[in-house]
């Protein structure tokens, strides 16, 4: 349980290539190898402990994976049975993931995780996807890993969802792929289309119109991508604050993707009223660019609407709230609660030890803008948790326990953020 201790830290000008590759991109491009004929080559692969626990299920699914350090190179000739239980450590988009693509694989397999991930929700994806003819099987009725599959025939469906969540959409268009007839998927919101614009790239029948995407099932393998992975703008975002909150700071983030569905928070804090600009630089599967961040006085802000395209950056974004004048309020975020922990419950807890003031409403707080004060913090074993703690304590000082879990995202957190301030373990 390593605890972190961080100093005050003035104005400084910040300028990275070197952000934590996207983990959703880095997930899915080693997952949809296993779909692919030939090789598939991917740069700048996440070698977090979620995404390295995703790329040995791979070779598990008899997949050859070939790593130098730079690039990742997979071939496979389709899902093999493995004799190993697969074991996706933190990550919920793995496991999501991976029931949608071996429900229909030939064989039978078991999803496991750490402490955490075998306390979190698997209903969403087991359930629609035993709809339509999947045979999986958990503790509390399928909720709850481990989860063993037996790969089946699956019918084609409609399926509507209730929760705007990328991995039930793409547990669903992954099992789409090789079900008996074409199949559609509706959405109460856009969530991250990573899954469908990849997929399209490897020459899948997918199209989406609104809300609706719309799947045809392969007739043999597809196309193997070749792809350099963008940095997270999920991790990104944690020095976006950092500028934003720090007075006379500015953070320059390069090679960031802009997808839309990924840089609400960016749009967020701009509304807050910091100082952002976005150049894009390329555009292949996914738009990307350089994201430089200054800081300016903050103000409150209510976010309500698209939250799932700023889900994953809440907890940084309530640190900036914290800095900010007057009472901001988050609304319609109750899937925090199913994070790699309860996200309304630590952020709250953790900002009152601050000496903020916050409420706690079902789906999300309210907080009012004050001044940080240094306090002692827990990660909840939550990696964002835990670096958008580090992050207020560049106001403040902070100490944050147990903070490995910040490997499951971003490896090199604090090799960056030594670049600029003091921490200690
Ligand atoms: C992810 C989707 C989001 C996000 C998670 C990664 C993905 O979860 O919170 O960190 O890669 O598809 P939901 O789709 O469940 O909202």
Redesign the pocket.
């Known amino acids: 349980m390593s605890t972190v201790r961080i100093q005050p830290a003035d104005g400084f000008d910040f300028r990275t290539d070197a952000i934590a590759p996207d983990?959703?991109i880095s997930?899915r491009s080693a997952m949809f190898a296993t779909l692919a004929e030939g090789e598939t080559v991917i740069t700048n692969f996440l070698r977090g402990e979620d995404t390295m626990n995703t790329l040995q299920i791979v070779r598990n699914l008899g997949a050859q994976v070939e790593d130098d350090g730079e690039t990742i190179r997979i071939r496979s000739e389709g899902i093999k049975e493995s004799e190993e239980i697969l074991d996706c450590g933190n990550s919920?988009?793995g496991m999501r993931l991976f029931c949608g693509l071996l429900a229909s694989a030939e064989g039978h397999f078991v999803l496991t995780g750490d402490q955490y991930l075998k306390r979190r929700p698997m209903k969403r994806v087991t359930g629609p996807l035993r709809d339509i003819g999947a045979k999986l099987d958990g503790r509390r009725d399928g909720d709850l890993a481990p989860l063993s599959i037996r790969g089946a025939h699956l019918k084609a469906f409609d399926y509507t969802s209730r929760i705007?969540?990328?991995?039930?959409k793409?547990a669903m268009i992954l099992a789409a792929l090789s079900a008996d007839g074409v199949c559609t998927y509706t959405e109460p919101e856009l969530?991250?289309d990573?899954t469908e614009r990849m997929l399209r790239g490897m020459g899948a029948g997918i199209s989406v119109e609104g809300l609706t995407t719309t799947i045809t099932p392969m007739t043999g393998l597809l196309k193997p991508l070749t792809i350099r992975v963008p940095a997270d703008p999920s991790s990104a975002f944690f020095f976006a604050v950092a500028a934003a909150i720090t007075p006379g700071a500015c953070a320059v983030l390069e090679g960031v993707t802009f997808n839309p569905t990924r840089i609400e928070a960016f749009k967020a804090l701009e509304r807050m009223g910091a100082e952002i600009t976005y150049d894009l630089k390329e555009d292949l599967y996914e738009p990307m660019g350089t994201i430089t961040v200054k800081q300016a006085p903050l103000k409150a802000i209510t976010v309500e609407e698209n939250i799932?395209w700023l889900?994953?950056e809440l907890p940084a974004l309530s640190i900036a709230m914290a800095c900010a004048e007057g009472t901001s309020t988050v609304k319609n975020a109750e899937?925090l609660r199913v994070?790699e922990s309860d996200r309304i419950a630590t952020v709250v807890t953790n900002l009152r030890l601050c000496g903020i003031d916050v409420e706690e409403h079902d789906d999300g707080y309210a907080v009012t803008g004050g001044t940080l004060e240094p306090a002692s913090v827990d990660s909840f074993g939550d990696h964002r948790i835990a670096m958008s703690f580090i992050i207020a304590g560049l106001r403040c000082g902070m100490e944050v326990s147990d903070t490995e879990c910040i490997n499951t995202s971003f490896p090199n957190f604090f090799e960056l953020l030594g670049q600029f301030a003091r921490i200690e373990s």
């Open positions: 983990k959703s997930h919920g988009t705007a969540s990328a991995q039930v793409s969530s991250r990573h799932s889900i994953d899937e994070k």
